[in-house]
T-cell receptor, first 113, second 115 residues
């Protein structure tokens, strides 16, 4: 199993550009989520999904869109990048249920200039 | 609102020492608690998951305990090694009839183990 994979590893955008961060998992996990990690702020939940076709907002959803058309993939779209979105983005997945140990991808380091 | 705090923010110890990392949370109605390790510039690696009905979990030199009544968890690392140097994060899963897996993270303890 590849686990949770994320692409790209690094990205530089100009303010106003849009892009999609890719996330995929091969563990047949129902639950997938996106976090951003910022110095002094820790990890904060952006969006999450409990299954294909179902998404919901987390703590910091503004400026981001998600969709979940398959169990395996959960892309995160930045609609119009802003410098405040400079961060490291992590995707995570787990089974639903009591033993829902979460697995994280390697992260995407995004810089918006 | 659930808040998770980790103290200290940084810790430096000589090799071989046993050490304890602390995690506290404000709402005891948690579903589970997970400890992670993060190396610089890397992703999060799951170390231990404690369900709300459990009091502790062990993996090798690591032992994590959970006391919901006091809102605390500790991660005990025995016989520390330089390779243990990393940031350790605890995260609390919310309680509820339908667990959506959302985690609330502490800000981490950065551990340095000196040879």
């Amino acid at each position: 199993n590849a686990g949770v994979t994320q692409t790209p590893k690094f990205q530089v955008l100009k303010t106003g550009q849009s892009m999609t961060l890719q996330c995929a998992q091969d563990m047949n996990h129902e639950y997938m989520s996106w976090y951003r990690q910022d110095p002094g702020m820790g990890l904060r939940l952006i969006h999450y999904s409990v299954g294909a076709g179902i998404t919901d907002q987390g703590e910091v959803p503004n400026g981001y869109n998600v969709s979940r058309s398959t169990t395996e993939d959960f892309p995160l779209r930045l609609l119009s990048a802003a410098p405040s979105q400079t961060s490291v983005y992590f995707c995570a997945s787990s089974y639903m249920g009591q033993v829902n140990e979460q697995y994280f991808g390697p992260g995407t380091r995004l810089t918006v200039t | 609102k659930q808040e998770v705090t980790q103290i200290p923010a940084a810790l430096s110890v000589p090799e071989g020492e046993n050490l304890v990392l602390n995690c506290s949370f404000t709402d005891s109605a948690i579903y589970n608690l997970q400890w992670f390790r993060q190396d610089p510039g890397k992703g999060l690696t799951s170390l231990l998951l404690i369900q709300s009905s459990q009091r502790e979990q062990t993996s090798g030199r690591l032992n994590a305990s959970l006391d919901k009544s006091s809102g605390r968890s500790t991660l005990y690392i025995a016989a520390s090694q330089p390779g243990d140097s990393a940031t350790y994060l605890c995260a609390v899963g919310r309680s509820g009839s339908s667990n959506t897996g959302k985690l609330i993270f502490g800000q981490g303890t950065t551990l340095q183990v000196k040879p």
